[in-house]
Each structure stands twice: as C-alpha cells, then as structure tokens.
C-alpha cells in the first residue's frame, strides 16, 4: 500500500505513535509518506521507503494567523496527485482530518483523479478539548463522519466522542503500542550512576509528559516531597511544556533543588526508563497513556491515575497501580511500598513487561491497522 500519514511534529502522544506506525509500515513493506510542518519528533535514521514531506504555511498580512488547515490540504492535494495515495491516515481531527476532506472534495471534483480513502484517528485532546468546545465541535463531528474509518486509541476515548459529539460513524479502537525491541530494559551503569549517585541517593522516580496543565506536573513533585522524606531518592523530569516554569519555582519553593532534575526534552528515552525504579503519572486526564507504557515496556512499575484509557493499560495491583487523581497521599504511600519491597517491585516489573509484549506491542497492534486498511480500501 502507498500511505499518506498526517501528523503533528511536536512531543506528543498522537505525533509519537503517528511516526512510529509509519516506521513499522515501511518495515513491513509499505510506502508510507510522512506530511507535517517540521520533521517528526521521533523520526530517526534513515528508512528506504519512508519520505518526510514538509507543509508550508506562508504568512500574508490579509491573514491575522497562518492558515494551516489550507496549506496542509493544498498540500495532500498536490501529493495525492503525483503519487495516488491508497489512504490518507489522518492523526488527530482536527486539522488533519479537516484537511483530508477537504483534499478528498478537491481530488474529487476533478475527472479521473485518482481519490485516496481517509482513515482518522482520535488520540484524546481531539476530542476531549477541542471536540466539546461549541467554537469546534461541529467540525470535529463532520470530520470524522465523512471520514471512511475512523479508530481511537481506547474504549475510554471512544465512549468519549459518543457523549461528546452526535458522531454516526463507527469507530473501531486500537490501541497505542511500543516496539518492544527498543523499548526493552537495559541499563546503561554508568548513566544510573550520573543521575542518581550512589550514596547520595537510593531510588531514581521518573516523568515524562509535555507538561501541560492536564499532566499535572506539579502534583508529581508533590508526590515526590512526600517520598523524599522517607527514601534517599531523585525525580527526574522528561519533557517540556508550559508548565515546567511553575513546576521550577514549586521545587524551589519546596527546598527539593538538589533532588530533582529537569532533562528537557529527550528523543531517546528508553535508556532514561532503563535507570528508573518507578514511573509517575498523576494525570488529570488520559485518552490512553502512552507514557506509562513505555515505562512499562522497559520493566518500570508505573503508579498513576484512575482516569480515562489508563485502566486499560494498568492493572491495578498486577502491573502497577491507579489511584484517584487528587489522592497525592495515596500515590505516594504507594510508592513507598513498591520501593521498599523489592520482591513486590519485580513481580511488578515483570507484568508491566509481559503486559506490554502480550497486548500492546508493534507486532500486535501494526497488523490491526494493516487489516483496517484493507477493510477500508475493499
């Protein structure tokens, strides 16, 4: 199959499994093209068969703000008609979506063009911010009912864009994945020695997100004040976003300065997951959870919240442990639990690992969007 995926570049969940479906696609024989405004987060090394195309969106001053959502149709127009697409799989309603319509309504109005069929996939935010925001949600719901299939990561996000939305089109989930031959354990020494000095420190708790209000950053650093006072332990903080300011001032405010460390974002993550004793992900909420699986993948126990897909991918007290978003206490608690028992913190890390390899890796869940594909295109 010849595919156009559509995604966004920036760290994100939806961008993040966007380009590692397209990575799996081409290795499985497929041509797959990539179409964003910048070269995908996660894109890596050179693959035959893989092509990045970059959307341009040129600023004129009868325009108040670039118009993306017409230059990344313009753009799927002139790709779909030099290289005739099988399928447009669009990331994320809107614009993606919007703007494969919109390209299908152009291919469509001209005789003998070839029409690519368009996939779309929910990822969260889509749906839980922009789809119940009435400055959207007609548009979100047009999009995915003219789309030709559509999937969401999860039986929570799907029952979400039911309630949220007069959606017709059914929607099939499947899920986020990890390719668990990358995301595997293997701890780098001297790395564990760098962010968590022997001596000085025990347990190395690690979080990654965009850290944007709905992460709630901040509450993870007050789970962590709650753990450092009884376990010699560092935080480290992955990723970037808006609230990594406020999450500063809180750790200095708290006098944790010297227990916590802010990394920015990182590409490579697994040799950071590979250090790690425990994984934090006190979200408010969460489509799915894509963070707390490659945290599972590379054998860390992952305490986070009862919301949204997360239970889906955690068991609780089989693999991890969900808790109530505002019960801080509770979370740390059990935190102290898992690090203080290291026959409990390996049956943890086991499940996590056999969870992930039984249900949520690449060799699972690429060849459900293979058989979606070809159903669609039937």
């Known amino acids: 199959m010849k595919i156009a995926i559509v995604c966004y570049a920036s760290v994100g969940g939806s961008g993040i499994v966007a380009t590692e479906l397209a990575k799996c696609l081409v290795d499985r024989g497929h041509e797959v093209h990539l179409i964003s405004t910048d070269p995908p987060f996660r894109l890596g090394e050179f693959r035959t068969g893989l092509v990045f195309h970059r959307v341009e969106t040129p600023a004129y001053p009868l325009f108040r703000e670039p118009q993306y959502l ?203 997951l590979s250090v790690a004793d425990l994984f934090l992900l006190p979200s408010q909420q969460e489509s799915f959870g894509l963070a707390a699986l490659e945290a599972m993948a590379c054998g860390v126990p992952v305490i986070a919240s009862r919301v949204g897909g997360l239970p889906e991918v955690i068991d609780d007290g089989v693999d991890g442990y969900l808790k109530d978003p505002e019960d801080l206490q509770g979370m740390a608690e059990q935190a102290l639990t898992v690090l203080g028992d290291v026959k409990l913190h390996e049956r943890l890390a086991a499940a996590a690992r056999r969870k992930v390899e039984e249900k949520f890796g690449a060799d699972r869940v690429v060849p459900q969007y293979e058989a979606f594909y070809r159903e669609v295109l039937v």
């Open 70 to 272: 017409l230059s990344l149709s313009n753009a799927i127009v002139q790709l779909s008609r030099e290289l005739t697409f099988d399928l447009v799989h669009a990331h994320y309603a809107i614009p993606h979506a919007t703007a494969a319509y919109l390209a299908r309504q152009i291919l469509s109005s001209t005789s003998g063009a070839h029409v690519p069929k368009i996939i779309t996939t929910l990822h969260g935010t889509d749906i839980t911010l922009l789809g119940s925001d009435r400055s959207y949600s007609e548009t979100v719901a047009f999009s995915i009912d003219r789309s030709d299939g559509v999937t969401a990561v999860s039986e929570s996000l799907k029952r979400d864009t039911y309630r949220a939305l007069d959606v017709q089109r059914e929607i099939r989930v499947i899920p986020n994945f990890v390719d668990t031959n990358r995301y595997r354990r293997v701890p780098p020494a001297e790395l564990r020695r760098q962010i968590c000095p022997s001596g000085r420190y025990e347990k190395l708790i690690v979080h990654t997100s965009n850290f944007r209000p709905v992460k709630r950053a901040e509450a993870v650093v007050e789970i962590f004040k709650r753990i450092r006072t009884k376990v010699r332990a560092r935080l480290v903080l992955v990723g970037d976003g808006p609230d990594l300011a406020k999450v500063s001032r809180l750790v200095q405010d708290l006098k944790l300065g010297q227990d916590v460390v802010a990394l920015g974002e990182q590409d490579q993550v697994v040799p950071l």
